[in-house]
């Protein structure tokens, strides 16, 4: 193989565009390792399985059961393939390299880029900031963005479902702003009162703090609707997208919200890196979030200016390789489409809350008209942690404890929950192995 043919299957593996082509059109083949077609009628869950070397490890001498997608999800092997190549085929910084390897990985971090902005359909790609995770992209708002904008006297509405990092940022900005932070309250089945919640907006709420999926309770908040009320008051809109991503269709066009953040280890991605969108106007008048490298124009003693959005926010060498892992990620998603694997797993969160609601002694928290993903529970007389540790020991994992959202945990009156939570890739038979678990558990408690 001649070094160019061997650049082009890397570019073509990679979804890396050729000098000619443009970035928008490149689709990331799926993974050879199943041989699967992926356009086929059926979803077929085992093929997908396949992806995804993990799912075949034993634990304690069981089959692996991973049921704590909503902590992180598995990666299919095209993702640590796109890690892989990056690490041994094409290492370099980004951006300021003229030698050919550098302008590889450029082209495999910008492509990675119009990745995110197609996943989110975005309007424009420096419209996508990369960061580390959800809560970066949270944090870097509320001290760029509200830092900038917010005086004392004003407000924060967030909701009482929100994650810590929904919560503490905003805390930080408010109390060294002299403002204020507001929480809308939720109902007993974990929804948000939207009454409660019009009612605490007002032309002193400047930011608007909402879950799209709560990570505790699975509630889907309303945010289109939530936008429209934030608006009427001229609010800006944040939304933590960190339990949406993996499991709705995302459009931030649609939705129209002001940022929208996401983690790339909960879309089936690295971990180490994440998504701020931000409309671009309001990204071009927020100040850096933190200064070094690549984020300048130029840098004088006496005056630095700063460069253009995105990198204005992405100081110092970025997390290239993981970049390159979530655009991956991503692409892997895409070719497998998003309606089928969201079927199965309506069906499969319905078919688990049926299953599970029929045992005595068993308490669903959250239980909202509009759930995804997510499945928390509490055994009478059983401490999760108790459940967690048995449940491991039929290799079936889950998250025990407050899951980041202790104000959820003390609305509905308990100290943590069990959470079950899914992907595409589980299956009814994961969900029936976690209902013997739990008999089990109880009879050890009995
Ligand atoms: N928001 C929600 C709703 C989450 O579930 C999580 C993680 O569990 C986060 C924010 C924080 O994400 P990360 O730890 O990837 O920054």
Known sequence: MTSEEGRRNLSSRLGIPDGNEPMTTTVHPITKASGRKVKSPAFNVEAVRADFPILKEKVHGKPLVYLDNAATSQKPRVVVDALMSFYTEFCSNVHR??????????RAYEAARVKAQRFLNAREAREIVFVRGTTEAINLVAASFGRANLRAGDEVLITAMEHHSNIVPWQLLTEEKGARLTVAPINDRGELIFDEFEKRLGTETRIV???????????????ARIVQAAKRVGAVVVVDGAQAAPHLKIDVQTLG?????????????????????????LLEAMPPYQGGG??????????TTYNDIPYKFEAGTPNIADVVGLGAALDYLRELGFERPAEHERA?????????????G?????????????????????HPHDAGTLLDQEGIAVR???????????????????????????????????????????????
């Not at 703090?209 to 945010?223: K, R």
């Open 348 to 360: 499969l969160l319905a078919y688990a809350t049926q299953q599970i609601e029929k045992i005595p």
């Open 400 to 446: 025990t404890g407050h899951h980041c959202a202790q104000p959820v945990m003390e609305r509905f009156g308990v100290p943590a929950t069990t959470r079950a939570s899914f992907a595409f890739y589980n299956t009814r038979e994961e969900v029936d192995a976690l209902v013997r678990g739990i008999h089990r558990v109880k009879e050890m408690f009995a």
């Open 97 to 106: 390299g003229v030698h050919e390897l550098s302008e590889r990985a450029t």
């Open 362 to 382: 068993v308490r669903i928290i959250g239980t909202a008209r509009e759930k995804a993903g997510v499945l928390s529970f509490v055994i009478e007389g059983v």
């Open 294 to 303: 690549d984020m300048i124009r130029s840098v004088r003693f006496e005056k």
């Open 209 to 223: 703090a909402v879950a799209h999926v709560s990570n505790a309770l699975g509630t889907v908040n309303p945010v």
């Open 257 to 281: 919200a002001d940022f929208y953040a996401f983690s790339s280890h909960k879309v089936f991605g690295p971990t180490g890196v994440g998504v701020l969108w931000g409309r671009a106007e």
